[in-house]
């Protein structure tokens, strides 16, 4: 049976040896008590969320579609499902497929509406969009576009993705 002992130290470090990094490390200075308080945390994303003033989903709304446009409103909501009570800066590509795994801006534009700015970042190889919302987390964009179908994609701060509802585009 093996035994294990236990190792007291006045000065704990947290870092990398070697050459690939040539910061100092980092000193831990709380308490074991500390420790404990922050190794039991049971905080949830949501909650984190919730705290950061961070928006979690988006609600789509095609309100109207026809002679090669969609009117388009979103509704940026916390972790909680209340729209946001503060403006939303991100950025967003359209796609053609369901997963978002495509960017198509070939046959694509952009307006937006009353609510929100979006700005074009083309990069020569795909179109790219920022965007800020009202104070009220609305966001609203007329899509012009070949009769298809399509998803706005939302780019989340954490870096995941977040994808519209269907947008039907028809002549």
Known sequence: MARFGSLKTNNLYIGRSGTLYSESPAQVTATAAQLNVALNNTATIAEVNLLDNMWAAVDTTVAGAGGGDSTVQFIFEDAAGATMA????????????????????????????????????????ATYYNFVTTAAGLLGITLTAADDDYWIVFKHPTGK??????????T
Not at 97 to 123: K, R
Not at 161 to 170: E, F, K, R, T
Request: charged fraction near 10%.
């Open 86 to 125: 503060t403006p939303v800066a991100g950025s967003f590509y359209i796609s053609e497929v369901a997963t978002g795994l495509t960017v198509d801006d070939a046959d694509t534009s952009i307006v937006t509406l009353t609510n929100g700015v979006v700005t074009i970042i083309d990069t020569g190889v």
């Open 161 to 170: 993705l977040v994808i519209s509802d269907v947008i039907a585009v028809s």
